[in-house]
């Protein structure tokens, strides 16, 4: 499959994903319905058009188009109940997609390149993620309000250091060589680290809380893996 017809069929996924999402914002049920169909249509079409390719730009296709479906969804969503939560969605989203997407690409690389990479991907998606949680903008009027009352002990740097310790636990995980190909996601919140995602064994599993611990800034660890197979 050659570049050229790569990049075309890239394109042709993106306007359709984009396409829904130029619609006017406090749409009706009906609509939203009629948008979550076309939605997975789009999907659908999308992903076949991938069949034509093989290896790994195959899978990047299919990643790709399952990225633009998320993202589409959440800016649905974002349309149908408009809110500093359904707009931090979307950001989250498009983190995640392009996290795929990239994660994906790295395999196309080998040894320590692949593993630095993936690590960029990591950092890139963890950043992502921390501007998409930030408090959106106040209004003047707010913003004097806020800037009168007592300061909170809930500090910007907050999102920064969760931010930089899912990157670091991340990074240590992905630096295990018993764990390089399990599939974990790690999500961390006022320094307790979130582990979820499929693993091949318990030993897995015990190894990630354990690696996960020994990360500087980690105050406890939460396991949600599942052992591939089991769930």
């Known amino acids: 499959m050659n570049r050229i017809k790569m990049t075309a069929i890239a394109a042709t996924i993106t306007?359709?994903?984009?396409?829904?999402?130029?619609?006017?914002?406090?749409?009706?049920?009906?609509?939203?319905?009629?948008?979550?169909?076309?939605?997975?249509?789009?999907?659908?079409?999308?992903?076949?058009?991938?069949?034509?390719?093989?290896?790994?730009?195959?899978?990047?296709?299919?990643?790709?188009?399952?990225?633009?479906?998320?993202?589409?969804?959440?800016?649905?969503?974002?349309?149908?109940?408009?809110?500093?939560?359904?707009?931090q969605a979307v950001g989250i989203a498009k983190a995640e997609a392009d996290y795929?997407?990239?994660?994906?690409?790295?395999?196309?690389?080998?040894?320590?390149?692949?593993?630095?990479?993936?690590?960029?991907?990591?950092?890139?998606e963890a950043k992502a993620k921390?501007?998409?949680?930030?408090?959106?903008?106040?209004?003047?009027?707010?913003?004097?309000?806020?800037?009168?009352?007592?300061?909170?002990?809930?500090?910007?740097?907050a999102y920064v250091d969760d931010t930089l310790i899912t990157t670091k636990v991340k990074a240590a995980v992905l630096g295990e060589s018993s764990l390089s190909s399990a599939e974990i996601n790690v999500e961390t919140y006022k320094g307790t680290v979130q582990l979820t995602g499929f693993v091949g064994s318990r030993a897995d599993i015990d190894k990630a809380v354990q690696v996960a611990r020994g990360v500087k800034g980690v105050t406890s660890v939460k396991n949600d893996m599942i052992v591939k197979g089991q769930q």
């Open 130 to 157: 921390a501007d998409a949680k930030k408090p959106m903008q106040p209004t003047t009027a707010a913003a004097d309000e806020k800037a009168a009352a007592p300061a909170s002990h809930e500090s910007a740097g």
């Open 15 to 87: 306007l359709a994903f984009s396409a829904g999402a130029m619609a006017a914002s406090g749409i009706s049920k009906d609509e939203y319905k009629a948008d979550k169909s076309k939605i997975a249509a789009e999907y659908k079409s999308a992903k076949a058009s991938c069949g034509s390719m093989t290896g790994n730009a195959k899978d990047i296709c299919v990643v790709e188009a399952k990225g633009k479906e998320k993202v589409a969804k959440a800016e649905l969503e974002a349309r149908y109940k408009p809110g500093d939560k359904s707009s």
């Open 100 to 124: 795929a997407v990239a994660k994906e690409k790295c395999d196309d690389k080998a040894a320590n390149d692949k593993k630095i990479c993936v690590q960029e991907a990591t950092a890139a």
